[in-house]
Antibody, heavy 120, light 110 residues
């Protein structure tokens, strides 16, 4: 079964950092692009960024709202994608999801999400 | 506000049909494939439609997608109580170099 599990969420103070993990199973992780999304309380889904597979250069794209503060990386040997979040702001409070990305086939599946709360 | 425009809510009785619209522009829907997602709060979003009108395995044919020019639609026929959820359209925007979402549409079964 193809599965993604996010971890690493929690309560963090403004200005601090946090790293989320997305652990994959059931497919050859190295062959796929991986993407991160979030949903703030009472808001819709928002794209955070994605990292392409090594076959496509491993390049990374970010949403303008997080560019320069968030870093996406991957460790293919462990089937894990990471979201390193720095200089966190209250507005970054959200449930963060990871999803497998396929250029012409959408984002599927998604993980259950991990909650990040930025508060003093 | 969202790059793609969806109605905040639609509703219909069980067994009826709802249509969710998604309006964009020449740099997003006009040039790229659209996908649709179903999201129940607290759960993982689910892919319903990719490539404008294709269903992943396991998605019933009650769900259908259509794209024309800079707009897309999602039809849900034979509405069931289990279809109550938020629905999002998604595509790539060539100008923003970003994945863009609609604001989401809440489907209510009356």
């Amino acid at each position: 079964e193809v599965q993604l599990v996010e971890s690493g969420g929690g309560l963090v103070q403004p200005g601090r950092s946090l790293r989320l993990s997305c652990t994959a199973s059931g497919f050859t992780f190295a062959d796929y692009d991986m993407s991160w999304f979030r949903q703030a309380p009472g808001k819709g889904l928002e794209w955070v960024g994605f990292i392409r597979s090594r076959a496509y250069g491993g390049t990374i794209e970010y949403a303008a709202t997080v560019k320069g503060r968030f870093i996406i990386s991957r460790e293919d040997s462990k089937s894990i994608a990471y979201l390193q979040m720095k200089s966190l702001e209250i507005e970054d409070t959200a449930v963060y999801y990871c999803a497998r990305a396929q250029a012409l086939r959408g984002f599927d599946p998604w993980g259950q999400g991990t909650l990040v709360t930025v508060s003093s | 506000q969202s790059v793609l425009t969806q109605p905040p809510s639609v509703s219909a009785a069980p067994g009826q049909k709802v249509t969710i619209s998604c309006s964009g522009g020449s740099s997003n829907i006009g040039k790229n494939f659209v996908s649709w997602y179903q999201h129940l709060p607290g759960t993982a979003p689910k892919l319903l439609i990719y490539g404008n009108n294709k269903r992943p395995s396991g998605i019933p044919d009650r769900f259908s997608g259509f794209k024309s020019a800079t707009s897309a639609t999602l039809d849900i026929t034979g509405l069931q109580t289990g279809d109550e959820a938020d629905y999002y359209c998604v595509t790539w925007d060539n100008t923003l170099s970003a994945v863009v979402f609609g604001g989401g549409t809440r489907v209510t079964v009356l």
